[in-house]
């Protein structure tokens, strides 16, 4: 067994001198002092123990009895830490067991301390120093009960996320200071023969079995893929989801799997509305030939599931190079927990987060020296969504300034940077009538009299200060913390890395007034998540291949702190260990299904049923996903148009009732049926029961 991989609190015995050798001279014994003599007193046991255990020992033994002693204390009272955290809410006699239980950790703590220096004194007096240091890790113990505790820490993100930069530092300082203290040794009861046996019938099994960690990554995509499929299926069937975006997205690829207009968007603003000025998503094409064969929203969701988990295929061969297969595994797996990639997984269907598994998988072909595939990768990005084409010239840059694949780079740079400038500034803007889109994100950036984001860049480059104001707020500071903290800050370890957040920085942290761009809810992770695991592997291979060996003793604990911040994160606010406090859009997300939801299930597709497979339909905000797989589907937030039919749940929201009631009073449209709360009406029917409906809206 390695000697990293082993621990002990007794150290490796000194080897014997080879035969042959002459022995080191033994210095002379000293001379018996008198009682009185300063020798004496410098040699006594009491003043040697002090000398040995100095005072930095001594804190760190009783940190780790505190440490210990308080984690022990938060089992024994587990079902009261959730008020007593967020209340301060514990019996006095509780309290006193807590301060008895305290003092009596750190006091066993120090006397086992003390027991193991009387025990090794004579043999080497920095015993106890380093078997101290090397139980540093256990100093973070007293954390784990609360960080594990989901309980406690909802409404309180803020706490509990600078809680967890705190573990990840406390944590990274503790197995440092371990590694420091040198390895130690286990004694096996095995014999020398038979353990050297064991690890030479170990090691050529794991050698043949080197496609494990690919196959347990393939695993990984597959829970990931099924996993998030199942959950936002159950969500569209009890109408969780809704016609921006979800309805939007399923019309426009049913027209392009039938050949209608380029980018057709019924619900967006009519019959012959189009999303071109809004998004480039040439993808959406590529996804119509599945769809043909499987129409519906479903198989949206799913496609977006699998290329979401997919994109840990890529990111494992990054790491496999230059980390090896096992820690690519890891990495792969680190990256279907990251908690920022669940919300965009959860809500609705968007082309954004589809574009990662393109850029790793452009990435790792040029990594192993095959340029055709990578141009088929960058052209599938470029495809995904115009901005898309932001992040691959941001990647090429940080390839140029790697220095380890220029030309690649300069490749990627300039593809990136002129696909996404014609797209954004020049197709886009002859559908908006000359203007550009989306720029009400960045409102407070935008001058007096200025007009298009190259307004937006001259106040951030004039007005630093202003900008800075802008970027300084609270909701800022609680999303920075949700995309670092589960990475422990890590990618940011060398300055290289800052380069990799200028394309968040400039989607998310500079918008003003837009709250979904700085919430982890939302697909707009994805403009962080593709360029923080990369540098997560780039400054791993950095620490591997240090000339500084403390640098190279770093890697490990840097995995390991990164590992256990991205667990404990994964399991406060993510989607997959924990579900109690994970949100998807714009509220907290419901997993599972009520018997309630059932029932509304039936009720609507009872009503479903009256209409004509190719009829226009205009239907309420949440039903229109269940409509939109037609022609022409619009929602009634935006208008009624031509529809013949329109189906709406009661009570209608504001601005659906403001489009709809003049046409119910009129008669224009007549009431067909009514299932509960739910009615559809058809132009030019009977307006027999339109007054029943109207005094229920």
Request: with cysteine; hydrophobic share 50%; net charge positive.
């Amino acid at each position: 067994m390695s000697d990293q991989d082993s621990f002990c609190l007794e150290e490796a015995p000194l080897p014997a001198p080879a035969s042959g050798q002459a022995p080191e001279p033994q210095a002379e014994a000293a001379p018996p002092s008198s009682p009185g003599d300063s020798a004496s007193v410098y040699n006594s046991w009491w003043h040697r123990a002090f000398h040995v255990a100095r005072l930095k020992t001594i804190a760190l033994t009783m940190t780790i009895g505190a440490s210990m002693g308080f984690a022990a204390f938060s089992v024994f009272i587990r079902d009261q830490l959730v008020v007593f955290v967020a209340a301060n809410s514990l019996p006095w006699k509780v309290r006193i067991k807590f301060a008895v239980a305290m003092a009596a950790s750190v006091s066993l703590a120090l006397v086992v301390a003390f027991a193991h220096w009387c025990k090794t004194r004579r043999q080497r007096p920095r015993a106890t120093h380093l078997a101290v240091r090397r139980l540093a890790p256990l100093a973070v113990a007293g954390f784990l009960p609360t960080l594990l505790e989901v309980r406690v820490w909802q409404g309180n993100e803020l706490t509990i996320l600078i809680l967890i930069c705190v573990f990840s530092f406390v944590l990274y300082r503790a197995i440092c200071a371990s590694q420091d203290a040198g390895a130690v040794v286990i004694q096996s009861r095995l014999s020398p023969r038979r353990t050297e046996a064991w690890y030479t019938r170990l090691v050529p099994a794991l050698q043949r079995h080197k496609n494990v960690p690919l196959i347990l990554v393939l695993a990984g995509v597959a829970a990931y893929t099924l996993y998030f499929s199942f959950h936002t299926l159950q969500t569209h069937y009890r109408f969780g989801t809704a016609s921006f975006d979800l309805g939007l997205e399923d019309n426009l690829v049913w027209n392009a799997a039938r050949g209608g207009p380029l980018f057709k968007m019924a619900p967006l603003g009519g019959p012959d509305s189009t999303h071109a000025g809004y998004h480039q998503t040439y993808f959406a094409y590529v996804i119509a030939l599945v769809y043909r064969f499987f129409p519906g929203p479903q198989t949206l969701l799913v496609v977006q599931a699998f290329l979401m988990g997919a994109a840990a295929i890529p990111l494992f061969f990054l790491a496999r190079k230059p980390l090896g297969s096992w820690t690519g595994c890891l990495i792969g797996w680190l990256y279907l927990l990251y908690p920022p990639l669940h919300g965009a997984a959860l809500y609705d269907f968007h082309y954004l987060p589809l574009g990662t598994v393109f850029l790793w998988s452009a990435l790792a072909f040029i990594q192993s020296g095959r340029p055709l595939l990578c141009m088929v990768a960058v052209v599938a990005a470029a495809s995904v969504r115009e901005d898309v084409n932001a992040m691959t010239a941001m990647l090429g840059v940080i390839l140029v300034v790697e220095g380890k694949h220029v030309r690649a780079g300069l490749l990627l740079t300039c593809v990136g940077a002129l696909t996404f400038g014609v797209l954004k500034f020049v197709v886009m803007p002859r559908y908006l009538d000359g203007s550009q889109s989306f720029l009400h994100q960045y409102v407070d950036l935008m001058p007096e009299g200025g007009t298009g984001y190259p307004a937006v860049l001259l106040t951030i480059f004039s007005n630093p200060a202003y900008t800075l104001k802008t970027l300084l707020e609270r909701d800022k500071l609680l999303y920075i913390l949700q995309i670092f903290g589960p990475l422990a800050f890590f990618p940011l370890r060398r300055w290289i890395g800052v380069l990799g957040c200028v394309v968040g920085i400039f989607f998310t942290l500079l918008s003003t007034r837009y709250a979904p761009q700085i919430q982890i809810s939302f697909q707009y992770t994805t403009y962080w998540t593709t360029f923080l695991f990369v540098f997560l592997i780039r400054n791993l291979e950095w620490t591997r291949q240090s000339l500084d060996t403390d640098v190279l003793k770093r890697s490990r604990a840097w995995l390991a702190v990164v590992v256990s911040a991205l667990l404990v994160s994964s399991l406060q606010y993510g989607a997959v260990l924990n579900t109690t406090n994970t949100r998807g859009g714009f509220g907290e997300y419901r997993f599972g299904l009520l018997p309630g939801d059932h029932e509304r299930h039936r009720l609507v597709y009872n009503l479903l049923a009256l209409l004509p497979r190719k009829a226009k339909v205009v239907a309420s905000e949440m039903l229109v996903p269940h409509v939109s797989s037609r022609k022409n589907a619009y929602t009634l937030r935006t208008g009624v148009y031509d529809a013949a039919y329109a189906l709406f749940e009661l009570p209608l929201w504001a601005e659906e009732g403001d489009q709809l009631r003049p046409l119910i009073e009129s008669g224009e449209f007549g009431v067909v049926d009514v299932q509960g709360s739910y009615v559809l009406a058809k132009r030019g029917h009977s307006t027999r029961r339109n007054q029943e409906i109207l005094k229920r809206m």
